[in-house]
């Protein structure tokens, strides 16, 4: 039904945006609860909205797909201006945090919704349906109500009712939020995997970052109503563009420095180049440090805890300036783990990798 | 504090305390005792002696029953009578239409209640409940100052020149079908609310987001999952405006005849209680056909819930 899309990774440099979301703003009473927020979606792009609760990313996304208007900026989708389109003339599919599935009619009738609203002849709605149930492997569980699913087919479902309506835009709001860890983590790769084969355009909200970092073609990190920094998963990784963005994806170190010259001096001797200068913030994840055995080096601790997390284990080092470091370590099956309350010292990887922020 | 203290083995509960335990398992039918020892007591010994009176014949002599024999004749009476069917014809017209009234004035006032703001709630709330909060009997007389000759629909109409004298609403069919809608209405309303509010309020942002107008959402969401809200206060306005005493009585003047005026008339003023008895019955029964009818019905229509734990 939607194999004749172009693919997404031949077409996200050369086309226009799908979805143009500009300097949109939105207030409850006084409180702003979006401000200023801009953002493209390139055709089959997969964009995150990451933050946490109350961030707006959830206000931002009820926008897009017309629950509420925004009070400033506008919303495009293929040019086209949203604004005065009402909620169901929207080119644009919801899958809900717990997916909204209609309790009183059977999945069948559940994914032809759209189409009997929409007043499709009964013959090619019924044969859209049984190809978006086939989409979402469905097949056979036509008579069956929601109640009577797992929480994995129930978002199936949810997947399908949208998917029948070809949207232009689809809109997933904390899909997995419903699901236990273990199915949470196979259904996040399989979603990911039919959005792309569908080359649908998408927005994902999400507080997860994990989710994020799985789902997504880039993330935009969202704090207080604004979006931080829009880049790809890598790079949000590796080079957070702030302090807040640093500290909310992955684990994070952070101690005080101060930049002179264009570097900043790092506590293991080496440097790091900055723009900045005065009091700076430095950030390190944990798997850039290295902890070597004894107090040979210049950045020396004790080991206070450590713990294995899968193929890493995690030091939690006290330093004495008294902060906490965590360093990450492969896990090997050769060497014992430092044991709690070793002196040790920790060497940064590699400075360059250190981002600066200002204090 | 030491482990020592804490693992000290627990002292032996009383015997109160362990009785009041096994009250408060839920087995068998204990917590539920009191209320029906009361419920027999009040309601159903004495249902048994008024209904032995409609089926008995009874000689009387010197003030004290001389003898009880079992008889059909009163039921036979009442049921070649016209005048009962006439009167329960009446009873039942004017409850399914009070019911059919309160559910098209109820309904809009809980979909606004779906639909809308959160004061919007609070006032729908707030007006629905404060008229449970007087007697229906005052309720009901302030009808007559609205309906009366001189009240207030009477005075706007002739002030508004639309009419030269009064026209006469009290004391009518309408002054008690009025009254009964206006009274019974939160009964239906609060139900509806209850139900509707239920699910999932993304439900509709749902349908809406898979191109349903709002007509369209009323139509294939909102309404077959109120169904059991439905059901539920039909049954309660049916079987209490089946039943009512006041309305009648206070808007109908003293000569509307309904099945409960009936049942008040032959005990009160001509003292056939044999005859009260047996109107009762026929009361009851067909109150609970109507009810079994709406029971089945709503079934029908919630056919989707049967499926849940399966």
Redesign the interface.
């Known amino acids: 039904m939607m194999q004749g899309r172009p693919g997404p990774a031949t077409k996200i440099a050369t086309a226009a945006p799908v979805l143009r979301i500009g300097a949109v703003s939105k207030y409850f009473g006084t409180f702003k609860v979006l401000e200023d927020c801009s953002l493209e979606v390139a055709e089959g792009e997969i964009v995150t909205l990451l933050g946490p609760s109350g961030c707006g990313k959830t206000t931002l996304l009820r926008a897009i797909a017309g629950f509420w208007e925004a009070d400033g900026g506008t919303i495009e989708i293929d040019g086209q201006e949203m604004a005065r389109v009402p909620v169901n003339h929207r080119p644009v599919g919801v899958v809900f945090q717990s997916y909204a599935l209609f309790p009183h009619l059977t999945v069948e009738r559940n994914v032809g919704y759209a189409l009997r609203m929409r007043g499709l002849p009964r013959a090619e709605s019924e044969a859209r349906v049984a190809a978006a149930l086939e989409t979402v492997s469905l097949t056979g569980f036509e008579n069956r109500y929601p109640a009577q699913l797992s929480g994995g087919q129930q978002q199936r479902v949810a997947m399908a009712r949208v998917l029948v309506m070809e949207p232009r835009v689809l809109l997933l709001d904390e899909p997995f939020n419903a699901l236990d860890a273990k199915l949470r983590g196979t259904m996040q790769v399989e979603l990911r995997q039919l959005i792309k084969r569908l080359g649908l355009t998408s927005i994902f909200v999400t507080h997860d970052q994990e989710e994020a970092l799985t789902m997504s073609d880039r993330i935009a990190v969202m704090r207080a109503g604004r979006i931080e920094q829009v880049a790809p998963p890598d790079e949000i990784f590796d080079r957070p563009a702030t302090a807040y963005v640093a500290d909310f994806i992955g684990t994070s170190n952070f101690w005080a420095a101060r930049a002179e010259a264009g570097a900043v001096r790092l506590p293991d001797g080496q440097s790091a180049v900055t723009t900045l200068t005065g009091d700076v913030r430095l950030m390190a994840r944990p798997h850039n440090l290295r902890l070597e055995v004894g107090d040979a080096g210049p950045w020396r601790g004790r080991v206070a805890f450590h713990r294995s997390i899968g193929p890493l284990v995690e030091y939690h080092v006290d330093m004495a300036d008294g902060a906490t470091i965590k360093v990450a370590a492969m896990r090997q099956s050769i060497d014992r783990p430092v044991a709690d309350g070793a002196p040790v010292s920790i060497r940064i990887v590699d400075p360059a990798l250190c981002a600066v922020y200002p204090h | 504090m030491s482990y020592a203290a804490i693992l000290r083995p627990i002292a032996r509960p009383g015997l109160g305390e362990r009785l009041i335990d096994a009250l408060l398992s839920g087995r068998g039918i204990w917590p539920a005792v009191p209320a029906i020892i009361v419920l027999t007591v009040v309601a159903v010994i004495p249902f048994v002696i008024l209904l032995s009176l409609g089926f008995s014949d009874i000689v009387v002599s010197r003030g004290e029953i001389a003898s009880q024999t079992f008889s059909l004749d009163h039921l036979r009476n009442a049921l070649t009578d016209p005048l009962y069917w006439t009167t329960f014809q009446r009873s039942l017209t004017l409850a399914l239409s009070t019911t059919a009234l309160c559910l098209v004035f109820g309904y809009p006032v809980a979909y606004l209640f779906l639909v809308g703001g959160r004061w919007t709630k609070r006032l729908i709330l707030v007006l629905t409940i404060a008229p449970l909060l007087t007697s229906g009997i005052v309720r009901t007389y302030a009808w007559l100052v609205i309906l009366g000759g001189r009240g207030v629909v009477n005075s706007t109409l002739m002030g508004l020149g639309m009419i030269d004298q009064p026209i006469r609403i009290m004391n009518t069919h309408w002054a008690v079908l009025i009254g009964m809608v206006q009274i019974h209405l939160p009964v239906m309303i609060l139900p509806l609310i209850a139900v509707m509010s239920r ?2 309020s ?2 509709v ?9 709002r007509l ?1 959402t009323l139509r ?2 909102i309404l ?2 109120s169904v059991p809200g439905i059901g539920t206060g039909a049954a309660l306005v049916f079987t209490l405006s089946y039943t009512t005493f006041v309305v009648p009585q206070l808007l109908g003047g003293g000569n509307y005849l309904n099945a409960a005026t009936m049942i008040y008339e032959q005990v009160v003023y001509s003292l056939e209680w044999s005859k009260g008895s047996v109107s009762s019955l026929i009361l009851m029964v067909t109150c609970l056909i109507v009810l079994v009818a709406i029971a089945l019905a709503t079934n029908h229509f ?1 056919r ?1 819930t049967r ?2 734990d ?1």
């Open positions: 699910h999932d993304r439900l942002e749902a349908s809406e987001n898979l191109g349903a107008s369209g294939t969401v077959p999952l919630t989707w499926g849940r399966a």
